[in-house]
Structure formats: structure tokens, C-alpha cells
């Protein structure tokens, strides 16, 4: 079982930056691929950026590509989401996702590959 917590959501003006962070117990980061989707209201959730379980291989959707960085901490047990130049659009409850059954340098991308998620963390981008 793993227990997934994240923290660092909040305002921003268009622009402004914010990091998302995913506190992981249960399992140690490093034996995980991770993800970052997020669901805006009214539509469905969608992948944002993915790490593979080695750490060397990370996906992005082409709408955060460029301006979204995943990350991990081993030490920390901690998986973030460092998000630059925010846009409106960018508005959404974002949520973090392991899965530990994966090729070690594969990123699932679909929201059905992941076996445990986090409560969520709501990012609001002003204009």
C-alpha cells in the first residue's frame, strides 16, 4: 500500500510559478514511476508529466511542455511538479500517481495504469 500526500497548491497570477510537492510512505520513490495529472472542472483528468521508475526517462503533454519540470527527491521519498510561466488554463485539481508495476524506464500515461493516488491539490491561475 501506498499512501500519497500532496501539498503546494494554491493562487497565482499568470506568469507566477508554483511548486507542487507528493509526499510518498509506504514504498521509497526510487521503486515507482510517478505521475502528475490533473482534472479542470468539467472535463476529465488528463496526464500532465510522468517520471519513469529508473528516473531517467520523464513525458510530458505537449500543453505543459517547456514549462513543467517532474522531479523526485529519493531521500526525500518526495516526487514535485515545478510549474513556470502558469496560464489560466492551467487551472485544475492537480493529483499524483505511482504505480510500481511498470518497465523501469517506461512513463504510463493513462490514468488507469496507476494503482494509487493522492487527494489532490487545487492550482487556481488568475489572467
Known amino acids: 500500500q501506498v499512501q500519497l500526500v500532496e501539498s503546494g497548491g494554491g493562487l497565482a497570477q499568470a506568469g507566477d510559478s508554483l511548486r507542487l510537492s507528493c509526499a510518498a510512505s509506504?514504498?521509497?520513490?526510487?521503486?515507482?514511476?510517478m505521475a502528475w495529472f490533473r482534472q479542470a472542472p468539467g472535463k476529465e483528468r488528463e496526464f500532465a508529466a510522468g517520471?519513469?521508475?529508473?528516473?531517467?526517462?520523464?513525458v510530458y503533454d505537449h500543453s505543459v511542455k517547456g514549462r513543467f519540470t517532474i522531479s523526485r527527491d529519493n531521500a526525500k521519498n518526495t516526487v514535485y511538479l515545478q510549474m513556470n510561466s502558469l496560464k489560466p488554463e492551467d487551472t485544475a485539481v492537480y493529483y499524483c500517481?505511482?504505480?510500481?508495476?511498470?518497465?523501469?524506464?517506461?512513463?504510463?500515461?493513462?490514468?488507469?495504469?496507476?494503482?494509487?493516488w493522492g487527494q489532490g491539490t487545487q492550482v487556481t491561475v488568475s489572467s
Open positions: 509506504g514504498r521509497t520513490v526510487s521503486t515507482l514511476a
Open positions: 500517481a505511482v504505480v510500481y508495476r511498470a518497465a523501469d524506464t517506461r512513463v504510463p500515461t493513462t490514468a488507469n495504469e496507476y494503482a494509487y
Open positions: 517520471l519513469s521508475r529508473s528516473g531517467g526517462n520523464t
